[in-house]
């Protein structure tokens, strides 16, 4: 399985930008970067994906190294809300094997 | 109905026993998976669940089971339950194989004593 790297921890202070970085440098052209955040006690819940281009939704946006061998995910102004681990997954469902491999993901704290 | 509703929420089991857990995903989503997380860990997938068949699986044991009924609702089953089982066991269901996302479950918190 192609693996993510992600910082343990980052803090950020409330109404701030955060970017929370993630490196993959064996990732496949067909691997789709994919980002999951879990807050306390509940499910992991999808943020955001990608494949080249940036991408924006109404949680986050998304920005992949032009060689895709890192991104970005960019809360643009953080509420005490975001506080969560964060998880940069790779994601190929073509490859025949459909499970999302989690590591220990960024575990964000947001002060007030 | 939306959203994907897990129960129970808590169960407490004896080692050696079985247990059922329950899942119940948004009409429509015909991919399931379960995830176990064991604490400070990132989930660990489990099995996934395609129009009723399993179409992939990931490090666990036979004794892990699933199945997937046609309304949208699907079980897991552990048996002969060891205290490693311990654990948050999660479900995750999507309309077609996770390409644009998966909707999780709060899952169910397993303690084997």
């Known amino acids: 399985d192609a693996k993510t790297t992600q910082p343990n921890s980052m803090e950020s202070n409330e109404e701030e930008p955060v970017h929370l970085p993630c490196n993959h440098s064996?990732?496949?052209?067909?691997?789709?970067i994919h980002w999951y955040r879990q807050l306390p006690s509940q499910g992991p819940e999808y943020v955001i994906h990608?494949?080249?281009s940036n991408v924006n939704n109404r949680m986050a946006s998304l920005a992949i190294a032009e060689d895709r061998k890192s991104s970005t995910l960019i809360l643009h102004r953080a509420t005490l809300r975001d506080a969560a681990v964060y998880y940069c997954?790779?994601?190929?469902?073509?490859?025949?094997?459909?499970?999302?491999?989690f590591g220990k993901g960024t575990k964000l704290s947001v002060i007030p | 109905e939306t959203g994907v509703t897990q129960s129970p929420t808590h169960l407490i089991k004896t080692r050696g026993q079985q247990v059922t857990l329950r899942c119940s995903s948004q009409?429509?989503?015909?991919?399931v998976s379960w995830y176990q997380q064991a604490l400070g860990q990132g989930p660990q997938f489990i099995f996934q669940?395609?129009?009723?068949?399993?179409?992939g699986r990931g490090n666990f044991p036979p004794r892990f089971s699933g199945l997937q009924f046609p309304n949208y609702s699907s079980e897991l089953n552990v048996n002969a339950l060891e205290l490693d089982d311990s654990a948050l066991y999660l479900c995750?269901?999507?309309?077609?194989?996770?390409?644009?996302?998966?909707?999780f479950g709060s899952g169910t918190r397993l303690t084997v004593v």
């Open positions: 997954i790779l994601f190929n469902s073509g490859a025949g094997s459909y499970q999302l491999t």
């Open positions: 669940y395609y129009r009723e068949e399993e179409n």
């Open positions: 995750a269901s999507s309309p077609v194989v996770g390409a644009n996302g998966y909707t």
């Open positions: 009409s429509g989503h015909n991919t």
């Open positions: 064996t990732i496949s052209g067909t691997d789709y």
């Open positions: 990608g494949l080249t």
